[in-house]
């Protein structure tokens, strides 16, 4: 079923070229480094965690620990994060970012948000003003729905 409110389908055309314009970057940006989408989500989520550990990181990739751990193997041999042991537990690995693997993380986020600096510079003051005043009711409204697909710790 077609939505026909004007609002909707303007905010889903928005969702569509903003998706296509941050997104293409990073997976080219992914390719170029060697890494697949899964070994950068491993490294958002261990970066926003702190550290992480190999079953946390599987359950959060929705993969198993093996395939967890096989792919930290990759990111451990590229320098992009360090496996201790847990001083609490000694069986338990903890993982956490490189100074290398941080800054792939920051350069990767720079390459998917660049185009925000050319559509900046695209619009006037006055459309920036309105924009900026309808944006910041949207994050507020969608902060107020809350976090449906991942809670915050």
């Known amino acids: ?18 998706m296509h314009r941050s997104v293409r970057p ?3 940006y992914a390719r170029e480094g060697g890494l697949s989408m899964s070994q950068l989500g491993a490294l958002f989520h261990i970066h926003r965690m702190g550290s ?5 990181l599987g359950e ?30 000694r069986r338990v690995k903890q993982i956490v970012l490189t100074d290398k693997g941080l800054q792939v993380l920051q350069e990767s986020m720079r390459t998917r948000q660049n185009w925000v600096y050319d559509l900046a510079e695209a619009l ?12 910041n009711t949207l994050v507020d409204k969608a902060n107020y729905l809350g976090h449906p697909i991942e809670p915050d710790r």
Do not use: N, Y
């Open 60 to 89: 959060h990739l929705g993969v198993t620990s093996p395939a967890a751990s096989q792919m930290l193997e990759r990111l451990v041999q590229q320098e992009l994060i360090l496996r201790s042991e847990d001083p609490k537990d």
């Open 26 to 28: 990073l997976i080219c």
């Open 52 to 56: 992480s550990g190999v079953t946390d």
């Open 124 to 135: 006037s003051d006055s459309e920036k003003e309105t924009i900026e005043a309808a944006l």
């Open 1 to 18: 079923m077609p939505d026909t409110d004007p609002f909707v389908v303007v905010l889903q055309k928005w969702l569509e070229v903003s």
